[in-house]
């Protein structure tokens, strides 16, 4: 059963144990007139109030046909309009509810990192690239692709490069940080030498003045 489907039957359930009376995905002669133009996933009656549920993926959200279905249903007395959105999982090992850093703490992180390569500590410098890097990528994908927010930094940071708000060139001193940051983080090797940290760090920094 997929996720969408999981949570309309999570719903419906919900309001059968309320005494409602509940059809899922109801067919054209199931809707009364003013919904014939739409298809909701559940709509639920009872003799004091009715039901119309909109169960939605957000990487499927589509705004203009849920705002012409809440009006209609917010025309008729009696009626009212529920909205679902399901998220896609969060990745495994990112967080679920924390707040990302704060613009001083991305901008010292930087800073330390450039001294750190500096020192030749590429390890410890790439570790804090890209942490600075990830949050500017997270808090740019809040706004414009609110799907991959808590997904994984690879799939973060290919979604914005897809989007056009990474530049081609810095995306492939972004991608090279990632391999080599990755192999730091769970204890391997690195395939190939450190990328140039503090040129890298100039592309965080263009990114974050554009964030």
Do not use: C
């Not at 009364?32 to 957000?58: D, G, Q, R």
């Not at 940071?157 to 972004?174: R, T, V």
């Not at 391999?179 to 395939?191: D, I, M, T």
């Amino acid at each position: 059963m997929s996720p969408a489907d999981e949570k309309i039957e999570s719903i419906a359930a919900e309001y059968r144990g309320k005494g409602y009376s509940v059809i899922v995905h109801p067919n054209r002669q199931d809707l009364p007139p003013f919904l014939t133009a739409f298809e909701p996933e559940i709509v639920a009656k009872s003799a004091s109030s009715n039901v119309v549920i909109e169960v939605t993926p957000s990487t499927k959200f589509d705004a203009d046909y849920t705002s012409e279905l809440a009006k209609a249903v917010e025309n008729e007395p009696g009626w009212k309009f529920e909205l679902a959105l399901i998220s896609p999982p969060v990745a495994p090992d990112v967080p679920a509810e924390e707040e990302l850093a704060a613009d001083e703490q991305v901008s010292r992180m930087l800073r330390n990192a450039e001294v750190l390569a500096h020192e030749n500590q590429d390890e410890a410098a790439a570790l804090l690239a890209w942490s600075a890097l990830e949050t500017i990528l997270r808090r740019r994908a809040q706004s414009s692709a609110p799907e991959v927010e808590r997904q994984s930094s690879a799939r973060v940071l290919k979604h914005l490069y897809s989007l056009g708000y990474i530049p081609p060139e810095i995306y492939e001193n972004l991608s090279r940080l990632l391999e080599f940051r990755n192999a730091v983080a769970h204890g391997f090797k690195p395939r190939t030498s450190a990328p140039s940290i503090p040129e890298i760090v100039n592309d965080i920094r263009h990114l974050q003045a554009a964030a």
